[in-house]
């Protein structure tokens, strides 16, 4: 009961308001190896997040919001792993950044849709990533394809050096998400 409580209120608080503290956010990627598709998670430290507005609805905060992530801030708990990453895939990107703007957002209740353009490798891709609201914490995700920002040069690049690891399956799609508390 006290959970329907607290979700009416926040719900409430959405109509009238939110705002966001960008040093809250935390953001992650998924990638996956192996033919049961085993999750390799990851993420990039430092992001720098630009958004219009700090406080209104969720329109008016995530509307045009953007993040600038530099390539060299990856975190991946395996050593070996960041050590591929950095080494065999990400130094062959054409831009050492990937920009995230989220050029529309779609509002439901505790639930929508925002409609982000992903860049990276000097091309852009809109990427929909759904996002949920509950108990006063935004949580979105998307997929993307890495086939979709000519990157199969930097990808046959890791399945030199992960081939035999990953067990021949190195796969394209990679989940994308961020959380952040609305207050």
Do not use: R
Request: hydrophobic share 40%; with cysteine; aromatic share 10%.
């Amino acid at each position: 009961m006290k959970k329907m409580i607290l979700g009416v209120f926040v719900a409430m608080g959405l109509c009238f308001g939110a705002s966001v503290d960008s040093s809250k956010i935390e953001m992650y990627w998924v990638g996956y190896k192996l033919a049961n598709k085993t999750p390799v998670k990851g993420s990039f430290s430092n992001a720098n997040y630009k958004f219009k507005k700090t406080q209104g609805n969720l329109k008016e905060i995530f509307e045009g919001a953007s993040a600038k992530i530099a390539l060299k801030n990856l975190n991946v708990a395996n050593p070996e792993a960041k050590k591929n990453l950095s080494e065999a895939f990400f130094s062959k990107f054409a831009s050492p950044e990937i920009s995230v703007k989220i050029i529309q957002v779609m509002e439901g209740e505790n639930q929508g849709t925002f409609l982000a353009k992903v860049s990276m490798n000097k091309k852009s891709v809109l990427v929909p990533m759904q996002y949920t609201i509950t108990e006063g914490k935004l949580e979105a995700k998307g997929v993307l394809d890495l086939l979709s920002f000519k990157l199969e040069g930097a990808l046959q690049s890791l399945i030199k050096v992960c081939g035999t690891l990953h067990q021949g399956y190195t796969w394209t799609q990679v989940e994308i998400g961020f959380s952040t508390p609305l207050q």
